[in-house]
């Protein structure tokens, strides 16, 4: 496939400088002046023409012959300098312009444009002498390393022996929108290069004093000289890492010569309109897994939980001791016995007090009325203690209170059992009294008392409250997990948090909890992976997540996915360097080969990774360069897939069949019409584009 020397004739005088001075602020750093006198000197260079800021204006100290700083992005810059020094500002594509300092502390300057003239130039019609010439190129793409190789033709009645030509590409980010500098081409003459060294003190390799473009120099030789022609061509290759390799990208060249004081010639043009990767075709699909590792998941936990049991004994009137073959307390006591047998069959469990509330009914003397609820506080404690097991007694704390109740107490029951009159009356005629006693002897004359208050009421007064307070260790149940969580997410520990979102069956409550499991625990590498898993197979993996646990301590698992999830999202490189902890196995195979393939070795895998489907076939093929198979076999890709007829074209292109090829991409524009905006970028096929136009 021909490729087309598309020029920029287009942009401003100003942009096409700046964008050459850029090459330069990679290498100048600022040193500070020290002298007599030493002043702080800052302002701001603007272009005369437009007045926007220019960067990488070089500030230089004429008399050390110093460069002292560069402008930033803003067009602004400050260093120490000499107060009587004079500052020369300049760059290439501008004018310089000295400027003494006279003690001021702020200089603002405005550059003219250079001068572009390129005094004789003999113009030949079977050449080209007035421009130079980079070759059109392919960006070539390995894991995330982008390549630009190309030879640059330098007329000879362009370069004269005082000059010297800068080249820079620019690797263009289209997706973006970001420009990322290349190695810089520079080109002297032999008695320019001598000049330069004389003009450093013969030091012009000197990374702080010396020629800022020293390093990237190539000295005109005769061996330069194009077989069979007059101009010289200079070969150039660099290679750059970039973060988001699937994004899509082009290279622009800028160039200028320049002798001692001006500029003699700029110009712009593009070589590469968007990288040649088929391999952005290969189709994959991966699936990954949870955390399966026992090595690595949380281990179930038990935590110390407080209960409590109550049993409730009633007490004959009068009597400190209960009936233990009255119904109720048998069922009572039989109910505190299965309790304390639950306990002391429970791993981990101990029992750590009892404490009993005896209480006594209002009828009678207070004074006896204490002494009686004492009594059997005493007698259900004792009763209590002996139907604990020897081994459980020890370290419990065993614990009483006694109280007479009110006849206020007694009223309230009279209310609650619907007997409402009754209880008004008992109220009206208690309430002329004030103590216990007085009372007591008031209500023995109610009509009412011995059938309702002492044949019912007050016996429900008259009990022993027994509490066992114990603590055990166990897992909590799903639902103490997930109620705690509804309170305070934060109080969850991880075996908790892997209970609880491994049970959950909504995924956007599931994936919330795990976040939220990996906020409180940053390292729990379980949730982490998890977490992963689950976007992954939801097409939206995050590499983040895992980046901190991935490696030779690593689960599979967990490599796996994040060998996915780099893969991706175009991190090609890092997949690859992650690919040694992965071990190779049926399950692995594909994804292994896959990553091999994306960071340039090709051959290897090809066979795994053809047999896959037609489409993968053709796309390995073409990475290969075995373009007339890749024809052959492209007429097995499916009719109704608008990729199918995107990667035809592809193929037909290469065989030099641009009308056909054409014909393929308007049908792959026709079924999917987001292809276009590939097709712009891809320089396997962009220069069909320009058919489109014409017709």
């Given at each position: 496939?021909?490729?087309?020397?598309?020029?920029?004739?287009?942009p401003?005088?100003?942009h096409v400088?700046?964008?050459?001075?850029?090459?330069?602020v990679?290498?100048l750093?600022?040193?500070?002046?020290v002298?007599?006198?030493?002043?702080?000197v800052s302002g701001?260079?603007l272009?005369?023409?437009d007045?926007?800021?220019?960067?990488?204006?070089?500030i230089t100290?004429?008399?050390?012959r110093r460069l002292?700083?560069?402008?930033?992005?803003?067009?602004?810059?400050a260093?120490?300098?000499?107060?009587?020094?004079?500052?020369?500002?300049?760059?290439?594509?501008?004018?310089?312009q000295?400027v003494?300092?006279k003690?001021?502390?702020?200089?603002?300057?405005?550059?003219?444009?250079?001068?572009?003239?390129?005094?004789?130039?003999?113009?030949?019609?079977?050449?080209?002498t007035d421009?130079i010439?980079?070759?059109p190129?392919?960006?070539?793409?390995?894991g995330n390393y982008?390549?630009?190789r190309?030879?640059?033709?330098?007329?000879?009645e362009?370069f004269?022996?005082?000059t010297?030509?800068?080249v820079?590409p620019?690797?263009?980010?289209?997706?973006?929108?970001?420009?990322q500098?290349m190695?810089?081409?520079?080109?002297?003459a032999r008695?320019y290069?001598?000049t330069q060294?004389?003009?450093?003190?013969?030091?012009?390799?000197?990374t702080?004093?010396?020629d800022?473009?020293?390093?990237w120099?190539t000295?005109?030789?005769?061996?330069?000289?194009?077989?069979g022609?007059t101009?010289?061509?200079?070969?150039?290759?660099?290679?750059?890492?970039?973060?988001?390799?699937?994004?899509?990208?082009?290279?622009?060249?800028?160039m200028a010569?320049?002798?001692y004081n001006?500029?003699?010639?700029?110009?712009?043009?593009i070589i590469a309109?968007g990288?040649?990767?088929?391999l952005?075709w290969?189709?994959y699909?991966f699936?990954?897994?949870?955390t399966?590792?026992?090595?690595?998941l949380?281990?179930p936990?038990?935590?110390?939980?407080?209960t409590?049991?109550?049993?409730?004994?009633?007490?004959?009137?009068?009597k400190?001791k209960?009936?233990?073959d009255?119904?109720?307390?048998?069922?009572?006591?039989?109910?505190?016995r299965?309790?304390i047998?639950?306990?002391?069959?429970?791993e981990?469990a101990?029992l750590?007090?009892l404490?009993?509330?005896g209480?006594?009914?209002?009828?009678?003397?207070?004074?006896?009325?204490?002494?009686?609820?004492?009594?059997?506080m005493n007698?259900?404690?004792?009763?209590l203690?002996?139907?604990?097991?020897?081994s459980?007694?020890?370290?419990?704390?065993?614990?009483?209170?006694?109280r007479?109740?009110?006849?206020?107490?007694a009223?309230?029951?009279?209310?609650?059992?619907?007997?409402t009159?009754?209880?008004?009356?008992?109220?009206?005629?208690?309430s002329r009294?004030?103590s216990n006693d007085?009372k007591s002897?008031a209500?023995?004359?109610l009509?009412?008392y011995?059938?309702l208050?002492?044949?019912?009421y007050?016996?429900?007064?008259?009990?022993?409250d027994?509490?066992?307070?114990?603590?055990?260790?166990?897992?909590?149940?799903?639902?103490?997990?997930?109620?705690?969580y509804?309170?305070d997410?934060?109080?969850?520990?991880?075996?908790?948090?892997?209970?609880?979102?491994?049970?959950?069956?909504?995924?956007d409550?599931r994936?919330?909890?795990?976040?939220q499991a990996?906020?409180?625990?940053?390292?729990?590498?379980?949730?982490?992976?998890d977490?992963?898993?689950h976007?992954?197979?939801?097409?939206?993996?995050?590499?983040?997540?895992?980046?901190?646990?991935?490696?030779?301590?690593?689960?599979?698992?967990?490599?796996?996915n994040?060998?996915?999830?780099l893969?991706?999202?175009g991190?090609?490189?890092a997949?690859?360097?992650l690919?040694q902890?992965?071990?190779?196995?049926?399950a692995?195979?594909m994804?292994?080969?896959v990553?091999?393939?994306?960071?340039?070795?090709?051959?290897d895998n090809?066979a795994t990774?053809?047999?896959t489907?037609?489409?993968?076939?053709?796309?390995?093929?073409?990475?290969?360069?075995?373009?007339?198979?890749?024809?052959?076999?492209c007429?097995?890709?499916?009719?109704?897939?608008?990729v199918?007829?995107?990667l035809?074209a592809?193929?037909?292109n290469?065989?030099?069949?641009?009308i056909?090829?054409?014909?393929?991409?308007?049908?792959?524009f026709?079924?999917d019409?987001?292809?276009?905006t590939v097709?712009t970028?891809?320089?396997?096929v962009?220069?069909?584009?320009?058919?489109?136009?014409?017709?």
């Open positions: 496939m021909k490729k087309s020397n598309a020029n920029i004739s287009s401003s005088l100003c400088l700046r964008m050459v001075a850029v090459a330069l990679l290498v750093g600022s040193t500070v002046a002298a007599q006198g030493v002043i702080r701001l260079v272009s005369k023409s007045k926007e800021p220019l960067m990488g204006v070089n100290d004429v008399a050390t002292i700083t560069t402008t930033d992005a803003d067009g602004r810059y260093a120490n300098v000499s107060s009587n020094a004079t500052l020369r500002f300049s760059m290439v594509g501008a004018k310089s000295d003494k300092v003690g001021r502390s702020t200089i603002n300057v405005m550059l003219d444009d250079g001068d572009n003239s390129l005094g004789e130039i003999t113009v030949s019609t079977k050449r080209i421009r010439m980079p070759e190129t392919d960006i070539e793409v390995k982008l390549t630009v190309t030879r640059v033709r330098v007329p000879r362009m004269g022996h005082d010297r030509l800068v820079q620019v690797l263009h980010n289209v997706t973006k929108g970001t420009l500098l190695r810089p081409m520079v080109y002297d008695e290069n001598r060294d004389r003009l450093y003190n013969f030091n012009m390799n000197d702080k004093e010396g800022p473009l020293a390093q120099v000295v005109k030789t005769n061996e330069m000289r194009e077989k022609r101009n010289d061509i200079i070969g150039y290759s660099d290679s750059v890492y970039v973060e988001h390799v699937k994004d899509e990208y082009s290279c622009d060249v800028y010569i320049e002798n001006r500029i003699l010639y700029r110009d712009t043009t309109r990288t040649v990767n088929p952005r290969l189709d699909n699936k990954a897994s949870e399966i590792d026992p090595a690595f949380p281990k936990e038990v935590q110390l939980r407080d409590h049991g109550e049993v409730k004994l009633q007490f004959p009137i009068g400190a209960f009936k233990t009255d119904p109720q307390n048998m069922a009572e006591i039989a109910r505190m299965q309790q047998e639950d306990i002391s069959h429970s981990g101990t750590s007090g404490e009993l509330s209480q006594s009914s209002p009828d009678g003397t207070y004074k006896r009325n204490m002494a009686l609820a004492q009594q059997r007698f259900a404690l004792n009763y203690r002996s139907q604990l097991p020897e459980m007694r020890q370290n419990v704390d065993f614990k009483s209170n006694a007479v109740a009110t006849w206020d107490e009223i309230a029951l009279m209310r609650a059992g619907g007997n009159d009754e209880a008004d009356r008992t109220e009206e005629r208690l009294f004030r007085s002897h209500a023995y004359g009509p009412f011995r059938q208050l002492e044949g019912k007050l016996p429900m007064l008259r009990r022993v027994y509490v066992l307070r114990y603590s055990i260790y166990r897992s909590l149940t799903d639902d103490e997990i997930r109620q705690m509804n309170d997410y934060t109080k969850l520990t991880r075996f908790e948090y892997f209970k609880l979102y491994r049970a959950e069956t909504d995924a409550k994936e919330k909890m795990m976040r990996i906020e409180i625990y940053p390292s729990y590498l379980a949730a982490a992976n977490l992963e898993a976007l992954i197979n939801t097409h939206r993996s995050d590499a983040s997540l895992l980046r901190k646990f991935a490696g030779a301590r690593a689960p599979q698992e967990l490599n796996v994040q060998m996915i999830a893969l991706d999202g991190q090609y490189t997949a690859d360097s690919s902890f992965v071990d190779r196995n049926d692995t195979s994804l292994l080969a990553n091999d393939a994306l960071n340039g070795r090709c051959a090809y990774i053809a047999r489907s037609a489409r993968n076939e053709v796309v390995m093929l073409l990475a290969l360069k075995r373009n007339k198979e890749a024809l052959q076999q007429v097995n890709l499916p009719d109704d897939d608008a199918s007829h995107y035809r592809i193929c037909l290469r065989a030099d069949r641009p056909d090829a054409y014909e393929e991409l308007k049908k792959a026709s079924m019409a987001s292809l276009k097709a970028v891809d320089g396997d962009n220069d069909l584009l320009n058919m489109d136009k014409n017709n």
